[in-house]
């Protein structure tokens, strides 16, 4: 079947940190993959995405890389923020479907100055 | 306000009983979408909508789980006979038209309902 397997929270970093969270898929066919973020008191949010394989997504400094051969969509920052605290969830959506998500457990971040 | 909204934002409730959760999509938007989080886990679909039919049921986890549209409007998802294992947040999300193809039409979420069930 589909799923998306993240890496389990909570990551805690001090201001600066590198951060990566990982994220690895199970898909039949050819995926596209998400990150989503939800900040404390707000809705999920579309962060970034990419379609096919190689594709790079980035917004607001976060990039992921879509590797087809080790079937992953690592997000990453150079430099977090404290603005950056939230829950992350990466997620799939098979072409051909209904535009449905299949989502990861999420992962909380907690950055610290 | 342009956003998905979804009301109540919290309902507690007996083990039992029946619940009515709502969702007012963006002005719009064609496709509608259910999804629920239970504690610690990921959100699972529960049902797709375009327009008023629901081409996708396949999250519905029991037959005591329904949801309707009216139109391109309003959904509200109704659980019968709650039990303890319901308890959850159950986000609404929706887009402009869920297609089959490589575009995709992002999803705008709601900031869901917190259903406890006691």
């Known amino acids: 079947g589909n799923s998306v397997t993240q890496m389990e929270g909570p990551v805690t970093l001090s201001e600066e940190a590198f951060l990566t969270i990982n994220c690895t898929y199970t898909a039949t066919g050819y995926p596209s993959l998400f990150w989503y973020v939800q900040y404390p008191g707000e809705g999920l949010q579309l962060l970034l995405k990419?379609?096919?394989?190689?594709d790079k997504g980035s917004n607001k400094g976060f990039e992921a890389t879509y590797r087809k051969e080790t079937t992953s969509f690592h997000l990453e920052k150079g430099s977090v923020q404290v603005s950056d605290s939230a829950v992350y969830f990466c997620a799939l959506r098979i072409s051909g479907g209904y535009n449905k998500l299949i989502f990861g457990a999420g992962t909380r971040l907690a950055v610290h100055p | 306000g342009a956003g998905v909204s979804q009301s109540p934002s919290n309902k507690v409730t007996e083990k039992g009983k029946d619940v009515e959760l709502r969702c007012d999509p963006i002005s719009g938007h064609t496709a509608l979408y259910w999804y629920r989080q239970r504690l610690g886990q990921g959100l699972e679909f529960l049902i797709y909508f375009q327009g008023n039919s629901a081409p996708d049921k396949s999250g519905l986890p029991s037959d005591r789980f329904s949801a309707e549209r009216t139109g391109e409007s309003v959904s509200t998802l109704t659980i019968q006979r709650t039990q303890q294992e319901d308890s959850a947040v159950y986000l609404c999300a929706s887009s402009l038209e869920g297609t089959s193809g490589r575009h995709y039409n992002e999803q705008f979420f709601g900031p869901g309902t917190r259903l406890t069930v006691l």
């Open positions: 990419a379609t096919k394989a190689d």
